[in-house]
């Protein structure tokens, strides 16, 4: 599979599209100057307990006050509420995480009151963005990610991704990593990391360590609330996730982000160093690379997907909701039973790619067409798992009920991504909407097909406003020559003034009208 990533870089954000083989599957934005992504790292002030939640709400420097539960701050909170005074002092000396001596590990049963109090600050860790009406998610576990490695300070814990299949594999990166790791600090071995050679873990180790460790400096000057450790910004960020040999091509439109980008990627993988391009067209890159055109039929209410079939999404503060119809498709000869399962299962990868794409997160509540096959129910279970198996996020895949519904719970840590679809409508300056008109070629083209295929009408008559009219028959080859030589049959198009500017109407060969 090949992979392609297309970044547009703009004065107020920066909009990351990943394509897998030419089809866009993941958009994310980071407007210029964000602040509380996952992973900062925040010297925050304790604002309110709150000994019912057995939680406390922090100040970290957003309008609303971050979430912070007991179980989120780790076992070794009162090792890292030592780290802090430590640092903080400015009689300290110390500038190493492993000369501080462990304190005993809080309780997992205990109260938030046993070991916090209203004022005291205290280091945290975005675990969730802001989403909503809601402040960020802390934890107090810290961690550090790197490419290869994950550190987590004040741990002496060593553990392998359950991704690498090999058991011998997975023993060899834990011993090569209990002989190489710090004392006072654990390491999460990342999936990646499955092959790598002893120097390469061991040099971003120490880049990991030596970043923790510049809190010994940062917190003698810092005051509550401020960033302590920024997360890299989110076009490196998401290359060093998702990163892999098979990506073909980095194309950026800004020479400064295009250079950060290949000197990091120099970092992980010297060789693919050229696949980082500048991109210098006058047109605006998605325009150019196609990306505009995949948002603009991938977001929104209504989403086809294969034979006629489509999706209908729907969003709430609670969860989200997905409706498969088959809508017009059908095939002679196929009971309604084989014709669902068909559908389900091509609704599967299509759903698969929706959730990725727009970041759904939380519960997830699909309605699938019925089945009373559970064979058949049980196939498309199994078909979205293995669509959803590149999903870096953690997720789980319950099975169809006998009412063909399907539950999945998806970690979420940002806010949804949403593209509003409709644009104004040219005709009623601005009074109505119309569906994209980047698309309206493809959808005609589409119900042409229908009707001659389908239906199988002899001869076809469209009535179009004028200005659609002329770029269907004008010029060598037009479209309506090309439909006429693709089906070999005739194909008439009318002007009607009347009609809005991307109003259709259809009429067979008694001029009969086609409802679609």
């Known amino acids: 599979m090949s992979s392609d990533l297309i970044i547009d870089v703009t004065p107020s954000e920066v909009v990351i599209a990943l394509l897998e083989n030419k089809r866009l599957v993941e958009l994310t934005r980071e407007k210029s100057g964000a602040k509380f992504a996952v992973g900062d790292i925040y010297l925050g002030k304790v604002k309110k307990?709150?000994?019912s939640l057995n939680a406390a709400f922090i100040d970290v420097g957003y309008e609303k006050d971050a979430f912070l539960h007991y179980l989120d701050m780790g076992p070794q909170f009162s090792t890292l509420n030592k780290f802090f005074k430590i640092a903080s002092s400015k009689k300290n000396r110390i500038s190493s995480v492993s000369k501080i001596h462990s304190e005993p590990d809080i309780n997992k049963e205990g109260k938030i009151t046993e070991v916090l109090q209203t004022g005291q600050n205290i280091l945290v860790q975005i675990a969730k963005e802001p989403i909503s009406t809601k402040g960020p998610r802390l934890t107090s576990e810290l961690s550090i990610a790197g490419r290869n490695l994950v550190l987590m300070p004040f741990s002496e814990k060593v553990s392998v991704s359950q991704k690498i299949s090999s058991t011998e594999?997975?023993?060899?990166?834990?011993?090569?990593?209990?002989?190489?790791r710090p004392k006072k600090y654990g390491v999460i071995v990342r999936t990646v990391s499955e092959g790598k050679r002893v120097a390469e873990l061991d040099q971003e180790l120490k880049k990991l360590v030596a970043k923790f460790e510049t809190m010994f400096q940062k917190l003698k000057k810092a005051s509550a609330p401020s960033l302590v450790i920024g997360e890299i910004d989110r076009t490196t960020a998401l290359l060093r996730d998702i990163y892999n040999p098979n990506f073909n091509n980095i194309i950026v439109n800004d020479a400064e982000v295009a250079d950060d980008i290949a000197e990091y990627l120099g970092t992980i993988d010297p060789e693919k160093k050229k696949i980082v391009k500048h991109y210098k067209g006058g047109q605006p890159i998605f325009d150019y690379f196609g990306v505009e055109k995949q948002i603009k039929s991938s977001f929104g209410k209504t989403v086809s997907f294969k034979h006629g079939a489509y999706l209908i999404i729907e969003h709430t503060e609670a969860f989200h909701v997905i409706d498969v119809n088959s809508g017009n498709r059908s095939k002679a000869g196929v009971d309604q039973?084989?014709?669902?399962?068909?559908?389900?299962?091509?609704?599967?990868?299509?759903?698969a790619r929706q959730v990725r794409l727009r970041d759904m997160g939380g519960i997830i509540v699909i309605d699938f067409i019925d089945m009373h096959n559970s064979e058949n129910r049980q196939k498309v279970h199994e078909r979205m798992k293995e669509a959803m198996s590149v999903d870096r996020t953690k997720h789980n895949i319950l099975p169809l009920s006998k009412f063909c519904l399907m539950q999945i719970t998806r970690q979420r840590v940002r806010p949804e991504e949403h593209v509003e679809t409709a644009e104004v409508c040219p005709?009623?300056?601005?009074?109505g909407k119309v569906t994209p008109t980047i698309l309206f070629t493809d959808e005609l083209d589409n119900k042409v097909n229908y009707i001659f295929k389908d239906l199988n009408k002899k001869k076809l008559t469209l009535k179009v406003h004028p200005y659609v009219a002329a770029y269907l028959t004008k010029g060598f080859m037009s479209q309506r020559q090309k439909w006429a030589l693709k089906f070999l049959r005739k194909v008439t198009v009318e002007e009607v003034s009347s009609l809005a500017f991307l109003d259709c109407q259809f009429f067979d060969e008694n001029m009969e009208e086609i409802i679609l």
């Not at 990166?173 to 002989?179: D, G, M, N």
């Not at 039973?337 to 759903?351: D, F, G, K, M």
């Not at 005709?427 to 009074?431: L, R």
């Open 169 to 180: 594999e997975k023993n060899r990166l834990k011993k090569l990593i209990q002989s190489i």
């Open 427 to 431: 005709t009623c300056k601005g009074t």
């Open 49 to 51: 307990i709150m000994p």
């Open 337 to 351: 039973e084989t014709n669902a399962l068909e559908v389900n299962l091509a609704a599967a990868e299509e759903i």
